[in-house]
């Protein structure tokens, strides 16, 4: 029998790799439910899969911020189950705070925080009914540290990592296991659909100089690590696969295959100073520029 497999924010990036690798298993080993919140986007992952796997995947609209987009989109599942829930949507908000709405604020949370959270939430009866069931969640970095100019994401990504984890404490009592991928820069559209301050924007008229010399350094920083040391979604989607495939699947997953040394540094000096001031230096110090 296929697993069922329903993934979140299906139009792009992770989502898409993810959904095509899974809808193209050569054993067919998998029902896959791509969802998006736009129909209209769903020529990309099309043409990725082309018509050889009918059987294999199907395309629903789903936005995560909507109630009843959910339970629709749960309501069009054929088999009555899921074994696998991928929470992936997700969008990032990138500048100085001082500069950002709050209705800006509230739209990340409502994709990153509330959208995964009312996916699972409209998932976890039947999951529970069942006795079985994987949730795994796209994590990020951002949620293991606090990274400059992005306080929203990261608070949106640290409330994922809070929710998951008590989530997980208790679904163990039912055997459905609670998995968070945790991504660090991967290439993908993210930067493109990221909501992003740019220097010279009218929002940025009233931050101060220090500031702004900053963001224009962490822009730089930013641009570079995505360009040298970013991971490409097959990457990911082979974690993701190695989750999925795990008879007792651990509770976090790091697509770097180890902790990253700053996330490390972190754990290791609970007063936080260190961290602080060695992601400071490594973002901002001028012998790296
Ligand atoms: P992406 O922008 O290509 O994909 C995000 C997807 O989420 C898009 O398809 C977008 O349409 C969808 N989405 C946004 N709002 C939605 C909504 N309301 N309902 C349904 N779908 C919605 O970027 P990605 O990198 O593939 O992002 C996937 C996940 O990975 C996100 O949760 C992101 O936070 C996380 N992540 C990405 C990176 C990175 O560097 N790319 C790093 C760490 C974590």
Redesign the pocket.
Known sequence: EKKVVLI??????????LAVRLASDPNKRFKVYA????LA?KERLIECVKSLHKDTLDILQ?????WQ?ILDARDRVVEKRMDILV??????LMGPLEAQSLDSMRQIL???LF?TIQTIQAFLPGMKARGQGHIL???????LQGLPFNEV?CAS?FALEGACESLAILLQHFNIHVSLV?????????????QKAELGDTSLQHVDNLTLNLYEKYLQHCGSV?QNA?QD?ED?VKVFLEAIQSPSPAFRYFTSGDVPSLTKLKAAEPGGSRYISALSKSMFSSEEQ
């Not at 969802?35 to 736009?38: L, S």
């Not at 929470?87 to 990032?92: D, K, M, Q, R, T």
């Open positions: 979140t924010g299906c139009s792009s990036g992770i989502g898409l790799s969802t998006m919140r736009n986007k789903m936005d995560v911020t909507g987009s929470c992936n949507a997700g969008v990032g409502d994709v990153n959208g969640v796209t994590g990020s970095t951002g949620g994401y990504k945790e991504c660090g820069p991967v290439n993908t559209d993210f930067l493109v659909n990221l995505f970013a979604t990911i």
